[in-house]
């Protein structure tokens, strides 16, 4: 800028020289005191311009301003119109809204740049990965001084730790559920790689953008698996929507079995309980007469066993008492086959 207006001022202090003159008759030439003055007016007032002009800045919101004196510089952040020494102070102007570059495609036209996204998965399967960075310049003396390129310099880092963390994964992972995990990894990586670098440049983010196989057939084959996971995972949740509609009938049902199973326990616990203690009742019976109990127990017993047959009981030691069981009337005419009582 400085060189413009040392141009603008030796153009204008020349071409009012050149009309200040006049020629005589003869032709030489006459300088008239008048021109002169006015040559001198009118480069003071330029130069003055130019000093002026080249004191004063506009600086925007989203902008830092590096002033640099005599090799030093320092940082104006704020806003507004600004001064600064001519010839003296430099003025380098610094954005500070974020920034961004992509990494595997070209922001133009989307096209893939395969040097860049070409990327080998730990199983040894190639994939084509594209990034999107966003940084924002943290520290404008650094970022001028600190190095050459910071820009680059960035570029280089998120390539090596996208590389590195890509080769980590499988291309299942990358192509599908990993790609959150990877973001963070390789976000967390780079912003402890740029705190060592000293760059001035701070991440904002890193997107994975896209992530597929290079090869259409490969791609064909990927959407397939997915479709199929997709799927399964459908079949999945339709079985556990299913399990928990049937499941609390299914529990109804079992609590409704288990209330009849202690219902049938208790009432089988009572009746054991109490042929015990008709059992008990009835032994203490047999103790006080247990010959005539253990024969009438052992009567009831063949009337049981065999109902509707006589039983003869005979005397003690072959007396001539006998008793038949059951009892039948000695009264009752016995009946013929033809239905008539027998009378002879």
């Known amino acids: 800028m400085f060189f413009l207006i040392l141009i603008f001022l030796a153009a204008a202090g020349a071409a009012a020289f050149f009309f200040s003159r006049r020629t005589t008759v003869d032709g030489a030439p006459l300088i008239r005191l008048p021109g002169k003055k006015l040559v001198i007016a009118v480069l003071v007032i330029l130069l003055a311009g130019g000093i002026v002009f080249g004191s004063v800045y506009q600086l925007q919101e ?11 510089p320092s940082v104006v952040s704020s806003s507004g119109l600004k001064f600064k020494i001519p010839l003296i102070q430099k003025k380098t102007i610094v954005s500070k809204a974020t920034q961004g570059f992509a990494i595997g495609y070209n922001l133009s036209n989307n096209a893939s740049i395969e040097d860049e996204s070409l ?56 192509i599908t559920t990993g790609k959150a995990e990877i973001q963070s990894s390789i976000r967390d990586k780079i912003t402890s790689r740029l705190e060592q670098e000293d760059l001035g440049i701070a991440l904002v983010n890193i997107a994975m953008q896209d992530a597929e196989p290079p090869t259409t057939e490969v791609q064909q084959a990927f959407k397939a698996v997915e479709t199929s996971k997709q799927e399964a995972e459908t079949a999945i949740n339709n079985a556990n929507k299913y399990a928990n509609e049937q499941l609390p009938a299914a529990k109804a049902n079992a609590d409704e079995i288990l209330q009849r199973a202690e219902a049938y326990k208790e009432s089988r616990i009572a009746e054991a309980e109490g042929q015990a203690s008709r059992f008990r009742e009835l032994y203490a019976e047999y103790a006080k007469y247990s010959e005539i109990t253990r024969q009438r127990l052992f009567y009831e017993t063949i009337a049981k066993v065999f109902p509707g047959m006589k039983v003869i009981i005979t005397g003690k030691d072959g007396g001539n008492l006998s008793t038949v069981l059951p009892l039948d009337s000695f009264t009752a005419p016995e009946t013929a086959p033809g239905g008539e009582a027998d009378n002879g």
């Open 62 to 72: 989203d902008e830092y301003a590096v002033i640099t004196t005599f090799g030093k």
């Open 119 to 174: 990327m080998i998965s730990v199983d040894f399967n190639f994939v084509n990965v594209d990034f999107y960075v966003e940084y924002r310049i943290t520290d404008p003396v650094k970022y001028l001084y600190n190095s050459r390129e910071p820009v680059q310099i960035l570029k280089m880092i998120c390539q090596s730790y996208i590389r590195d963390t890509i080769g980590l994964y499988g291309v299942d992972d990358v």
